[in-house]
Nanobody, 116 residues
Framework: QVQLVESGGGLVQPGGSLGLSCAAS????????MAWYRQAPGKQRELVAG???????RYADSVKGRFAISRDNAKNTAYLQMNSLEPEDTAVYYC??????????WGQGTQVTVSS
Protein backbone atom coordinates (compact mmCIF):
# COMPACT_ATOMS: atom_id res chain seq x y z
CA GLN A 1 0.00 0.00 0.00
CA VAL A 2 1.05 3.55 -0.78
CA GLN A 3 -0.41 6.67 0.79
CA LEU A 4 -0.18 10.05 -0.93
CA VAL A 5 -0.72 13.46 0.64
CA GLU A 6 -0.77 16.60 -1.47
CA SER A 7 -0.10 20.11 -0.26
CA GLY A 8 0.42 23.56 -1.71
CA GLY A 9 -2.83 24.39 -3.45
CA GLY A 10 -4.54 27.74 -3.14
CA LEU A 11 -5.63 30.90 -4.89
CA VAL A 12 -3.28 32.66 -7.29
CA GLN A 13 -3.69 35.48 -9.78
CA PRO A 14 -3.32 34.88 -13.52
CA GLY A 15 0.33 34.90 -14.48
CA GLY A 16 1.38 33.82 -11.03
CA SER A 17 3.16 30.71 -9.78
CA LEU A 18 2.32 27.95 -7.36
CA GLY A 19 4.09 24.82 -6.22
CA LEU A 20 2.48 21.53 -5.23
CA SER A 21 4.03 18.73 -3.20
CA CYS A 22 3.06 15.09 -2.88
CA ALA A 23 4.50 13.08 -0.02
CA ALA A 24 4.38 9.31 -0.39
CA SER A 25 4.52 6.82 2.44
CA UNK A 26 4.11 3.09 2.85
CA UNK A 27 5.56 0.79 0.19
CA UNK A 28 7.37 3.60 -1.57
CA UNK A 29 10.07 1.26 -2.86
CA UNK A 30 7.50 -0.10 -5.32
CA UNK A 31 6.71 3.25 -6.94
CA UNK A 32 7.77 3.65 -10.55
CA UNK A 33 5.85 6.62 -11.88
CA MET A 34 4.65 9.65 -9.98
CA ALA A 35 2.28 11.96 -11.76
CA TRP A 36 -0.11 14.85 -11.37
CA TYR A 37 -3.63 14.84 -12.73
CA ARG A 38 -6.29 17.52 -12.55
CA GLN A 39 -10.04 17.67 -12.79
CA ALA A 40 -11.96 20.84 -13.49
CA PRO A 41 -15.71 21.12 -12.80
CA GLY A 42 -17.68 19.28 -15.43
CA LYS A 43 -14.57 17.82 -17.07
CA GLN A 44 -12.78 14.50 -17.00
CA ARG A 45 -9.66 13.98 -14.98
CA GLU A 46 -6.61 14.56 -17.19
CA LEU A 47 -2.90 13.92 -16.95
CA VAL A 48 -0.89 17.05 -16.27
CA ALA A 49 2.62 15.65 -15.89
CA GLY A 50 4.32 12.36 -15.11
CA UNK A 51 7.83 11.34 -14.12
CA UNK A 52 9.22 7.84 -14.00
CA UNK A 53 11.86 6.65 -11.55
CA UNK A 54 14.24 6.53 -14.51
CA UNK A 55 13.66 10.19 -15.30
CA UNK A 56 11.29 10.04 -18.26
CA UNK A 57 8.75 12.85 -18.28
CA ARG A 58 5.44 13.45 -19.97
CA TYR A 59 3.44 16.66 -20.03
CA ALA A 60 0.04 17.66 -21.28
CA ASP A 61 0.38 19.97 -24.28
CA SER A 62 -1.50 22.69 -22.41
CA VAL A 63 1.15 22.94 -19.69
CA LYS A 64 4.38 22.38 -21.64
CA GLY A 65 6.84 25.17 -20.96
CA ARG A 66 4.87 26.39 -17.94
CA PHE A 67 4.81 23.44 -15.51
CA ALA A 68 7.67 21.29 -14.30
CA ILE A 69 7.47 17.98 -12.46
CA SER A 70 10.26 16.72 -10.25
CA ARG A 71 10.76 14.17 -7.52
CA ASP A 72 13.08 13.56 -4.63
CA ASN A 73 13.31 9.80 -4.28
CA ALA A 74 15.15 10.08 -0.97
CA LYS A 75 12.23 12.04 0.47
CA ASN A 76 9.58 10.06 -1.44
CA THR A 77 8.13 13.35 -2.59
CA ALA A 78 7.01 14.62 -5.98
CA TYR A 79 6.63 18.25 -6.88
CA LEU A 80 4.79 20.27 -9.50
CA GLN A 81 6.00 23.79 -10.15
CA MET A 82 3.37 25.77 -12.00
CA ASN A 83 4.28 29.07 -13.65
CA SER A 84 2.36 31.50 -15.84
CA LEU A 85 -0.88 30.17 -14.46
CA GLU A 86 -4.07 30.75 -16.41
CA PRO A 87 -7.71 30.64 -15.30
CA GLU A 88 -8.01 27.44 -17.36
CA ASP A 89 -5.59 25.78 -14.93
CA THR A 90 -8.21 26.00 -12.19
CA ALA A 91 -8.95 22.48 -11.00
CA VAL A 92 -8.48 19.97 -8.25
CA TYR A 93 -4.99 18.55 -8.65
CA TYR A 94 -4.39 14.93 -7.71
CA CYS A 95 -1.14 13.16 -7.06
CA UNK A 96 -0.87 9.70 -8.57
CA UNK A 97 1.62 6.91 -8.03
CA UNK A 98 1.99 3.80 -10.15
CA UNK A 99 3.91 0.84 -8.80
CA UNK A 100 6.16 -1.46 -10.77
CA UNK A 101 3.34 -4.01 -10.99
CA UNK A 102 0.85 -1.44 -12.27
CA UNK A 103 -1.14 -0.63 -9.15
CA UNK A 104 -2.36 2.98 -9.00
CA UNK A 105 -2.75 5.09 -5.91
CA TRP A 106 -4.32 8.54 -5.57
CA GLY A 107 -4.03 11.40 -3.17
CA GLN A 108 -7.04 13.25 -1.83
CA GLY A 109 -6.56 16.22 -4.14
CA THR A 110 -5.77 19.88 -3.61
CA GLN A 111 -7.66 22.83 -5.07
CA VAL A 112 -5.87 25.28 -7.35
CA THR A 113 -7.80 28.40 -8.29
CA VAL A 114 -6.44 30.94 -10.76
CA SER A 115 -8.44 34.12 -10.57
CA SER A 116 -8.05 37.85 -10.24
Amino acid sequence: QVQLVESGGGLVQPGGSLGLSCAASGSTFSINVMAWYRQAPGKQRELVAGLSRGGSTRYADSVKGRFAISRDNAKNTAYLQMNSLEPEDTAVYYCNAVTTDGVRYWGQGTQVTVSS
